[in-house]
């Protein structure tokens, strides 16, 4: 009997489909970006956040080795065509946010899916977006209340995100889009 290979060809479909629609609110954010840091700097975590969708709504779904980490990719390059000019910012938001997703899932041995396990990898990614970008775009210049609220937003926007892609997840499983 011949073995089911890790990367059928259903999963993969399952998350370019997934990467296509998520790529498309990740190139939207992207275009949202520059005005969001001139107009209020503090709540760009919470656009900066929506790029944990791919992987949160296709380990949801498939709940299989790495979904987050193709679905990440698939949708840098869907939101590439947004920006070209930001394709290397893109792919490397979607390696690390689907690496660390892959790694948290990695701890469990790719077995336990409950949702602690995915705001965990919400708030990992969280905490390193608030600290890096703090430092990257001059948060330091904002006031000290805009700081805080900056920090705050930025640790719960991915875990605000995290949330919708769970919801979403879950609709997809309920519509049977995991069936083997």
């Known amino acids: 009997m011949a073995r089911t290979p890790v990367l059928s060809t ?25 005005v969001v840091l001139v107009v209020v700097p503090w709540a760009y975590g919470l656009l900066l956040g929506s790029h944990v969708l ?19 990719v698939i949708a840098a390059l869907v939101a590439s065509a947004f920006n070209p000019a930001w394709a290397l910012r893109f ?9 660390i997703q892959e790694g948290v899932a990695a701890l469990t041995r790719y ?6 396990r995915f705001f965990v990898s919400g708030a990992v990614i969280g905490v390193l977006v608030a600290v890096v970008v703090f430092f990257a775009a001059h948060m330091a210049t904002l006031p000290l209340w805009a700081q805080i609220l900056y920090l705050v937003i930025s640790v719960l926007g991915p875990i605000a995100w995290t949330a919708v ?16």
């Open 165 to 180: 892609g769970l919801a979403i997840g879950a609709a997809l499983r309920r519509a049977g889009v995991a069936q083997r």
């Open 10 to 34: 259903r999963l993969l479909l399952v998350c370019a489909a997934i990467g296509v629609a998520t790529g498309i609110v990740g190139g939207v954010a992207g275009l949202l970006t520059p």
């Open 54 to 72: 791919p992987g949160i709504i296709a380990q949801e779904v498939l709940r299989r080795p790495l979904v987050a980490l193709i679905t990440h």
């Open 91 to 99: 792919l490397g938001t979607a390696l690390l946010f689907g690496a």
């Open 111 to 116: 077995r336990a899916w409950g949702a602690w």
